[in-house]
């Protein structure tokens, strides 16, 4: 498949300021586009900006880096619309880069409200805003349009989603916050991207209202496996045993490095998932796209469907029972 041509395009990138966001950004700008990102530490996003700036094709294309808590309602409106470009694409990308893990039972409830702030609310303000713009601006065509104009909001959830894993209640706000208003608390990956996965599908589905002869609104929803990033390496020290066994994460880093993905190469690969335009974007590891297809539920199925089709037929015949009761025995190992 050729790279798509982003030469005049903007897109906007929340989270972009480290791991995966900052490579999406540096993939789009090196195929043209203008990129916005959008984070809370203004070192670390100046930092991401020059290094993003340097794969640029073209010295016009503009590379913005715009310093935003996008938990806070109040502000991701206003902040959108100050922005020199209307977005074409959104890539919601903030969120849980877990820094601690641990049971229920050793985290504070003030971490789940704090969790749902990091990946889910930022990810639905952020979505909220561009909406509102881009049907504002989206008259009613007069007559069917050679160049339709695609609107895309791409939504970075994580196979955590698909999948339970004991420990990952927690998901540290540490490394995802600047160290300015760093705090003690964790935060509640499965459910917030559970939550954000069904934003995603319900946005599908809503969206199809505004598509007409002129625009095409696109939703893509993203479930990544595990990769290296800043965020995954805190993690890491953090994760209780039990988690690291289930998910295959046990190990010194540099071995870690060797067995998962690069931030830069995960990149790659959800864009070239959404280049393929289906909702669902699984990374090319055996999990994350068996665990999608056990999970698709009224989610349109990839390509023509048959692939999920019989991944979601050996899965729930074979592969989950057996793995449920393999992951239930280390539960119960790890209790005693
Ligand atoms: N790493 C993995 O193994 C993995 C696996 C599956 C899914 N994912 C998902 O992939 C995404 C990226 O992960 P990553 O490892 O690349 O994370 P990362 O390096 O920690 O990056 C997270 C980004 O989000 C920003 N951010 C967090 N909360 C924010 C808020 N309230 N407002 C504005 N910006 C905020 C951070 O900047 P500031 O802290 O400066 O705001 C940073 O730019 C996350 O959604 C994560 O859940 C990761």
Same mark, same amino acid.
């Given at each position: 498949m050729t790279k798509d041509n982003m030469r005049g395009q903007t897109v906007f990138i929340t989270g972009g300021s480290r791991g995966l966001g900052k490579e999406i950004a540096k993939i789009l700008v090196s195929r043209g586009a203008h990129v916005t990102i959008f984070a809370r530490s203004p070192a670390t996003l100046e930092q991401a900006r020059n =290094?993003? +700036?340097a794969h640029r094709l073209d010295q016009r294309q503009e590379v913005n880096a715009v310093s935003v808590d996008l938990s806070d309602a109040?502000? /991701?409106e206003s902040v959108f619309k100050s922005q020199p470009r209307t977005p074409d694409a959104l890539y919601c990308v903030a969120g849980g880069s877990a820094a601690e893990c641990g049971f229920m039972t050793q985290i504070q409830p003030s971490d789940l409200d704090t969790c749902m702030k990091n990946n889910y609310f930022t990810s639905a303000y952020a979505a909220q805003a561009v909406l509102k713009s881009w049907t504002a601006s989206d008259d009613a065509p007069a007559r069917e349009t050679l160049n339709r104009k695609v609107r895309r909001i791409v939504f970075v959830n994580s196979v955590a989603a698909l999948c339970p894993l004991p420990g990952y209640t927690a998901y540290a706000r540490g490394s995802s916050m600047p160290k300015e208003t760093r !705090? =003690?608390? *964790? =935060?509640?990956?499965? !459910?917030?991207k559970c939550a954000v996965r069904a934003l995603a599908d319900t946005l599908r589905m809503e969206v199809l209202r505004y598509s007409n002869s002129a625009v095409t609104y696109k939703i893509h929803c993203a479930f990544? =496996?595990?990769?290296?990033?800043?965020s995954f390496i805190e993690e890491q020290e953090r994760k209780p045993a039990l988690t690291k066994r289930i998910e295959g994460t046990t190990g010194a880093i540099s071995e870690l490095e060797k067995k998962f993905p690069s931030a830069e190469k995960? !990149? $790659?690969? +959800?864009?070239? $998932? /959404?280049?393929? $335009?289906?909702?669902? /974007? *699984?990374?090319d590891s055996v999990e994350s796209g068996l665990f999608w297809a056990n999970m698709v539920g009224t989610s349109p199925k990839r390509g023509w469907g048959v692939v999920d089709s019989l991944y979601a037929f050996v899965v729930g015949l074979f592969v989950w029972p057996v793995l449920r009761r393999y992951f239930d025995s280390l539960c119960r190992a790890d209790g005693e």
């Amino acid at each position: 498949m050729t790279k798509d041509n982003m030469r005049g395009q903007t897109v906007f990138i929340t989270g972009g300021s480290r791991g995966l966001g900052k490579e999406i950004a540096k993939i789009l700008v090196s195929r043209g586009a203008h990129v916005t990102i959008f984070a809370r530490s203004p070192a670390t996003l100046e930092q991401a900006r020059n =290094s993003i +700036i340097a794969h640029r094709l073209d010295q016009r294309q503009e590379v913005n880096a715009v310093s935003v808590d996008l938990s806070d309602a109040s502000k /991701v409106e206003s902040v959108f619309k100050s922005q020199p470009r209307t977005p074409d694409a959104l890539y919601c990308v903030a969120g849980g880069s877990a820094a601690e893990c641990g049971f229920m039972t050793q985290i504070q409830p003030s971490d789940l409200d704090t969790c749902m702030k990091n990946n889910y609310f930022t990810s639905a303000y952020a979505a909220q805003a561009v909406l509102k713009s881009w049907t504002a601006s989206d008259d009613a065509p007069a007559r069917e349009t050679l160049n339709r104009k695609v609107r895309r909001i791409v939504f970075v959830n994580s196979v955590a989603a698909l999948c339970p894993l004991p420990g990952y209640t927690a998901y540290a706000r540490g490394s995802s916050m600047p160290k300015e208003t760093r !705090a =003690s608390s *964790c =935060s509640f990956p499965a !459910a917030a991207k559970c939550a954000v996965r069904a934003l995603a599908d319900t946005l599908r589905m809503e969206v199809l209202r505004y598509s007409n002869s002129a625009v095409t609104y696109k939703i893509h929803c993203a479930f990544p =496996s595990n990769f290296i990033s800043e965020s995954f390496i805190e993690e890491q020290e953090r994760k209780p045993a039990l988690t690291k066994r289930i998910e295959g994460t046990t190990g010194a880093i540099s071995e870690l490095e060797k067995k998962f993905p690069s931030a830069e190469k995960m !990149a $790659g690969k +959800i864009l070239a $998932g /959404v280049q393929s $335009g289906d909702f669902a /974007v *699984c990374d090319d590891s055996v999990e994350s796209g068996l665990f999608w297809a056990n999970m698709v539920g009224t989610s349109p199925k990839r390509g023509w469907g048959v692939v999920d089709s019989l991944y979601a037929f050996v899965v729930g015949l074979f592969v989950w029972p057996v793995l449920r009761r393999y992951f239930d025995s280390l539960c119960r190992a790890d209790g005693e």
